[in-house]
């Protein structure tokens, strides 16, 4: 757009306005915050990622941290745990907020408030916080809660989160536990801005309860629907205090992500170039995937 | 406030009645089952300081005292003072944030200035980059050039101005007619004096959404202040109780009133400013 600008009145000195002035001392702050502390280390993630980084004099190595992280087994083991992770949780979260505000709707605004606000309350603890309590609630003995509830149904206790078998999905467990506060929230919103005269009208051709839902409701929230995908997907790319408060990655990597996996390397291992080597193709893991659902589902939504 | 897609038994009150009831207790059930971890910390941070013989506990305990806040405050000398820390960060970058990231909002919106399209469209895509690309290159940066480890400002810096609340508040002022601006131009107040008397008063819910919403993610942030403390005395709330995790995971009762100290604090929170919290999520989002 500035292009543009400069182009239609090429003949004039360059000279900044009143507006440029005080537009440039209004984001004085933030765009100085913003180039130190974001494009700088932008910048810097992608060069660190060609370097064997050292504090005194980092050495070139082209793309050897790429090369290497395709060779390890374990970046495609915790890009698959991450792949797992998210394909089951998102949807499934997605769903229940979903069923969650629809449930919601035939209620009063008071009754309303008060379900969001008790689906929204544990959005508000930490993710430490949850983290240590659900630890005892997986905790491996009999008396553990889980194995409690699975002494009840006569099933064997389980070593929740400590065997390859169940720890995955202790994980998922606790994320489609864990409240869907925000999502539930954010689709009443797009619930209470349809309009009425499509169910009347609906009504008039004897439409059932399921029969509005799937053809009105669905289709226009549809948005709403891509805006939780896409951002649900982004999030559960990045997760990471799962996985290190509770499992530890473990068992045999089995629940390390690759949130995890860059930590590691960074900050337990010293590879710093490898772990932003990594870092970035999970930024163009991201990306990818945020264009791809654009593609399929963004034809007919609007932003 | 019936919407229409529950129109089915209007006309038979008592059936509807009916049907809105067992809604309501399926809601309450799952509600139920989503607060329960929340009440099994609540109700275990009253438990005794023990280590629990495995076969002996219940699903909530038997007597309740407080030894295990008791054990939590004394397991460190500094665990008050992680709690200082955690309410210094959040409430300077609350600030910081309130009052730099909406006049960078105000300018993006309404002041027509060179390169502005430019510079926004940036910090859109840099809301898209995940936070792991830039953890190591800052921790890098904070640590081994500044030297900066243990001090309140490499804890407040980075996450002083954000993106996104530049985006938030830009969405929310391009919704105040320029007509407004314009008219107190012609009658000749600087942009400054236009900001703060007729953009400001104007928005007081939104800059509420962004303080509390800026103020919890901070005090719930665990990754980058743990990654540049390394003095107990500097931890903040959620590094501490990691730290006291780790010593004591085969204490319950103790590791549930850490957790409750780190959570006690936004839960009150959250009772008291409710509307802005619920309003926040829907602020955020649904302009997006």
């Not at chain 1, 090429?10 to 440039?24: A, L």
Request: glycine share 6%; aromatic share 16%; net charge positive.
């Amino acid at each position: 757009m500035a292009k543009n600008k400069n182009k239609s009145i090429p003949k004039k000195p360059f000279r900044f306005t009143v507006d440029d002035i005080n537009g440039y001392l209004f984001i004085a702050v933030a765009i100085i915050v913003f180039a130190f502390f974001t494009i700088y280390p932008v910048v810097s993630a992608v060069t660190t990622s060609f370097e064997n980084y050292k504090p005194f004099g980092s050495e070139w190595v082209g793309f050897k941290n790429y090369a290497d992280t395709f060779k390890k087994d374990l970046f495609w083991k915790s890009l698959k745990n991450t792949a797992v992770y998210t394909v089951v949780t998102v949807p499934c979260s997605l769903f229940i907020a979903f069923v969650v505000a629809v449930m919601i709707m035939p209620f009063k605004k008071k009754t309303q408030s008060l379900f969001k606000s008790m689906y929204y309350i544990p959005a508000v603890a930490s993710g430490v916080a949850m983290s240590v309590v659900w630890l005892w609630i997986y905790d491996s003995s009999p008396s553990g809660l889980f194995n409690q509830v699975l002494t009840l149904f006569h099933i064997p206790t389980q070593n929740w989160l400590a065997s390859s078998k169940t720890a995955m999905l202790s994980l998922i467990i606790m994320a489609l536990l864990s409240g869907h506060g925000s999502s539930i929230i954010i689709y009443i919103a797009a619930l209470l801005g349809i309009d009425n005269t499509y169910f009347e009208a609906a009504e008039i051709d004897g439409a059932t309860f399921m029969q509005k839902v799937r053809y009105i409701v669905f289709p226009l929230c549809k948005p709403t629907t891509l805006f939780l995908l896409i951002t649900g997907i982004i999030n559960s790319f990045q997760v990471f205090m799962n996985a290190y408060m509770m499992t530890g990655g473990g068992p045999d990597n089995n629940t390390t992500m690759i949130g995890l996996l860059i930590f590691n390397n960074a900050f337990k291992n010293g590879k710093y170039g490898l772990a932003c080597a990594q870092a970035i193709l999970l930024a163009v893991v991201i990306a990818g995937l945020t264009a791809i659902q654009f593609k399929v589902a963004g034809d007919d939504v609007e932003y | 406030m019936a919407s229409g897609l529950y129109s089915q038994h209007l006309d038979r009150p008592y059936v509807y009645k009916i049907r809105n009831l067992i809604i309501g207790l399926v809601l309450l059930f799952c509600a139920l089952v989503v607060l329960f971890p929340l009440a099994y910390m609540l109700a275990w941070s009253f438990g005794p300081n023990l280590e629990t013989a495995s076969s002996s506990y219940h699903i909530f305990p038997t007597t309740w005292t407080l030894d295990s806040y008791k054990a939590f405050f004394d397991f460190s000398d500094y665990s008050w003072k992680w709690l200082l820390n955690s309410f210094i960060v959040a409430l300077a970058t609350v600030v910081s944030n309130v009052v730099f990231a909406s006049m960078a909002g105000y300018a993006f919106s309404k002041i027509n200035f060179k390169g502005r399209n430019f510079l926004f469209f940036m910090i859109l895509v840099a809301m898209m980059i995940p936070y792991q690309v830039t953890q190591v290159p800052l921790y890098i940066l904070f640590v081994n050039k500044f030297k900066m480890t243990n001090s309140y400002l490499a804890l407040i810096l980075p996450g002083c101005v954000t993106s996104y609340n530049i985006f938030l508040s830009k969405q929310f002022f391009s919704s105040i007619p320029t007509a407004l601006i314009e008219s107190a131009k012609v009658e000749g107040a600087s942009q400054i004096r236009i900001f703060n008397s007729i953009i400001l008063p104007l928005s007081k819910t939104v800059l509420a959404v962004m303080a509390i919403n800026t103020f919890v993610g901070s005090w719930n942030t665990f990754f980058w202040p743990f990654l540049v403390t390394s003095q107990e005395a500097m931890y903040t709330i959620q590094v501490g109780l990691k730290t006291f995790k780790f010593a004591n995971g085969t204490l319950l009762s103790p590791m549930m009133a850490g957790a409750c100290v780190s959570a006690i604090p936004m839960f009150i929170l959250f009772f008291a400013l409710q509307k802005y919290f619920l309003e926040g999520v829907t602020i955020g989002a649904v302009k997006g």
